[in-house]
Nanobody, 121 residues
């Protein structure tokens, strides 16, 4: 599975963005997918994960209620709707694919290249 993230950009505090991750290959629906983010000088941080069917989702406390993960298996696309953005959400956002619903970087085998999200105060 190859992943290509897009949709990042510059937004004001309180604004919203939708980032996308296009997947190649015919096994997208068989993979758990997740979003992570990494700010300069910090470790990669779990944001959200979703099961292959979309029936199970998990969120980090820092984004719960503001962000929503979803997927379109017919189009092989993963989404992250980010609302009520804060300056501390500024980071490079990465999509990832794996075989378990996990919050750990180690459990994801496939990674996109990242897309920059910048929230201005």
């Amino acid at each position: 599975v190859q992943l290509q993230a897009s949709g990042g950009g510059l937004v004001q505090t309180g604004g919203f963005l939708r980032v996308s991750c296009a997947a190649s290959g015919r096994t997208f629906s068989e993979h758990y997918m997740a979003w992570f983010r990494q700010a300069p000088g910090k470790e990669r941080e779990f944001i959200a994960a979703i099961s292959g069917s979309g029936g199970m989702r998990s969120y980090a406390d820092s984004v719960k209620g503001r962000f929503a993960i979803s997927r379109d298996n017919a189009k092989n696309i993963l989404y992250l709707q980010a609302n009520s953005l804060k300056p501390e959400d500024t980071s490079v956002y990465y999509c990832a694919g794996g075989t378990v619903l996990s919050r750990s970087v180690e459990h994801y085998r496939y990674w996109g290249q990242g897309t920059q999200v910048t929230v201005s105060s």
